[in-house]
Each structure stands twice: as C-alpha cells, then as structure tokens.
T-cell receptor, first 111, second 110 residues
Framework: NAGVTQTPKFQVLKTGQSMTLQCAQD?????MSWYRQDPGMGLRLIHY???????DQGEVPNGYNVSRSTTEDFPLRLLSAAPSQTSVYFC??????????FGPGTRLTVT | KQEVTQIPAALSVPEGENLVLNCSFT??????LQWFRQDPGKGLTSLLL?????REQTSGRLNASLDKSSGRSTLYIAASQPGDSATYLC?????????FGPGTRLSVLP
C-alpha cells in the first residue's frame, strides 16, 4: 500500500493564479481531510469528506474548494491564490473513529 | 471554544531518560485522541490512538494515557533515544472536527 500520496511536493504561485493540490489514498478509507500547517497556528482543518459525493467545511475553508468524486481522490483547489495561503498542506484519511493517516505534504508559496 | 494545549513547548533530555509529554483539552466530549510525531519537513506519523472509552494504550516504549474528566492525556516515552527527537503532536477528535495541539519539540542528546 502507498498509503496517502500528495502531489506536488513543492509549488510556487503568483497572486491570483489557480491550482489544484492532489491527494489520493489506497486504503479504501471513507473519511478524507485537508489541513494547513502554519508556524504558531498549528494544524487547522480546511475541508473534509465523509464519503464520495459528500464534503463539508472545516475551520478555515475560505479561498479553497474541494470535491470527492471517488473514494480514492480528494483534490483541493485554490481558485485565486493569495499570499495568506502560503503554507504547508496535508491530506489525511481514516475510517470511522480510527487513526488518521497523513500524506507527506505540499509546501506552497504564493508571491 | 475547543482548544488543545501541550506542555512543555520544548524539551531537551540526555539519552536513556524516561520522559512525559502533556496534552490538555478544554472540551471533554471527545471521540478519541491521537498522538503523532513529526520530523522536520515531513508529514505526521501516527503513534497511538486512544478511544474515549479507554484509559491507556501502549506501543513498544510508548504509553499514552487518557483522563477525560480532567481533560488530559500524557505520552510516556521510556528509555529515550536520539532517534526519538521530533515534534510530538496530540490531536483530539470531536466527530468530524480534529483539534491539534501546538506540539512539543523533543531533543534527545547522545
């Protein structure tokens, strides 16, 4: 099993550009989540999904969109990047009430 | 508001010492609590998961306890090694919402 994979590992964007961060898991987990990690702020939940076709907002959803068309994939879209979205982004998956597994992260810089 | 704190923020110990990391949470209506380690520039690695009905979990040299009524969890590391150096995070589950603590940065000196 590859576990949770994320692409790309690093990305630099200019303000106003759009991009999609990819996340995939091969453990048949129903629950998937996106977090961002910032110095002094810890990890914060952006969006999550409890199954294909079902998504909901977390603590900091503004500026981000998600969709879940398959169990395996959960992409995160930045529609118009802003410098405040410079962060490290982590994707995670789990089953109901079980441990979360995290991907290796995407380091995003917006200039 | 649901908040999670971790004490100490940083800890430096000589190799071989036993040590305790602390995690406190304000809302005791938790589903479970998970401990992670994070190496610099890397993702989070799961160490232990304690369900709300459990009091402790053990894995090798690690033992995690949970006291819901007092809003506390501790991670005990026995016979620490330089390879244990990392940041340790606790995450409290409230259903779909997970609240993370800020972490404890551990350095184990040879």
């Amino acid at each position: 099993n590859a576990g949770v994979t994320q692409t790309p590992k690093f990305q630099v964007l200019k303000t106003g550009q759009s991009m999609t961060l990819q996340c995939a898991q091969d453990m048949n987990h129903e629950y998937m989540s996106w977090y961002r990690q910032d110095p002094g702020m810890g990890l914060r939940l952006i969006h999550y999904s409890v199954g294909a076709g079902i998504t909901d907002q977390g603590e900091v959803p503004n500026g981000y969109n998600v969709s879940r068309s398959t169990t395996e994939d959960f992409p995160l879209r930045l529609l118009s990047a802003a410098p405040s979205q410079t962060s490290v982004y982590f994707c995670a998956s789990r089953q109901y009430r079980t441990e979360q597994y995290f991907g290796p992260g995407t380091r995003l810089t917006v200039t | 508001k649901q908040e999670v704190t971790q004490i100490p923020a940083a800890l430096s110990v000589p190799e071989g010492e036993n040590l305790v990391l602390n995690c406190s949470f304000t809302d005791s209506a938790i589903y479970n609590l998970q401990w992670f380690r994070q190496d610099p520039g890397k993702g989070l690695t799961s160490l232990l998961l304690i369900q709300s009905s459990q009091r402790e979990q053990t894995s090798g040299r690690l033992n995690a306890s949970l006291d819901k009524s007092s809003g506390r969890s501790t991670l005990y590391i026995a016979a620490s090694q330089p390879g244990d150096s990392a940041t340790y995070l606790c995450a409290v589950s409230y259903g779909q919402n997970f609240v993370f603590g800020p972490g404890t940065r551990l350095s184990v000196l040879p």
